[in-house]
């Protein structure tokens, strides 16, 4: 190295220490689905001023890992969920957005279907909740805007990527379908519209099987064929629902 | 406050001072339109082992500045553009993605076309220039990968929300418009689709105008209705061109 570049690298040395550092923290939106309501895994806060207040999950970045794995940390931790999807949305860094020190959070957020095993895991982890997000006017910290800036992100790649299906049974009848949408999307869709979307879309394959032991007539049943979704996708395909 | 919440302040306290910090950056992609190319302004490096290679515009986050301050305080300082537009992209926060430190860092892109008062003030600032985006094969740190990330979003972006038209003349021809569009998402369109997705879309409005001084047969004018767009997103209609 020349004396030049060493000479270069100890100004840089001195300036980056010098330079300002801020803890940097990971908050995970879990957005849980149960064909009902969707619902927000939320704990119990137990940091002044917010002790009686519900927030989101979340932990200090450490050094050896990135956001991303920090995130799937937390998840794993505290919902023992290893194989779910999480999306970075954003980062929030108000100057005085925690209330003990600079900390800026990168926002996370899943969308997983609540079933039995994940309700067993949680009950023996009683600090977790899931909550329906109509329910929830506030948390701790700004995990409220966090919450909702994620609710924004998620709604919208569910209108453009087939990330819904994994919530329904693999066989499922187009009323599940449309009801997952308007449940999670908060609107009431017309059904013949609806439909007609499906059918141009061309992504669901009829399985020549119709439901079982239901009150109702009972309805065909499609599974999403996903070989060919990815070939419409390859082939400049838009999915818009 | 009670002894119990002060305890508790204590301890979380205690925590957060042993909690690993980390340098937060920002770094700008600040993509640039001439009529012919997409271009990204890059500076010289000055850090070892970079010292060949070009950069990206970023700073350390002040203590004072969340991180958009800190990507608009980045922009000002080295470009002089006050108007402009700048999206929050994405964190990259690879353990060794700084050679010297531990930097996460939050890219931002910015859109803008490249007019002569740019050109001017850039030549007083001889660090920078206008790469075409065609021709960067690499750059400093990991910025050639925020560069493509950031360049993806701002694509989509561009078939999604009207933010091309920003890039034009107030009165365009639609060759123009297609142009832009083939430009910066690197494809060719075909003249007779475009113009029936615009016509589908009904967001320009033909100002009854002709270009003037062209070698060619003048083309009609046309301006983005702003009014009219704004009205259509609002009850739910999806720009995608």
Redesign the interface.
Known sequence: ?TSK?SE??NV??TQ??N??????SVDCVIFGYDDDALKVLVSNC???PY?DQFSLLGD?????????EAAKRVLIAKTGFTDVFLE?V??F???NRHP?????T?AYYSLIKIDEDHLLHLEKNSNLRWMDVCDITSLAFDHFTIMKSCLSRMQKQLREQPIGFNLLPEKFSLLQLQRLYEVILNIELDKRNFRRKLNSLAILKDIGEIEESVSHRPAKLYAFDKSIYEKKKNSGF?F?L
């Open positions: 190295m570049a270069n690298i840089w040395l980056i220490n330079d300002f550092k801020a803890a940097v137990d940091m002044p002790t200090i970045v450490h050094p050896d890992e990135t956001t991303d970075q954003q980062v860094s108000d100057i003990l020190s600079r900390v800026i990168v838009n818009d």
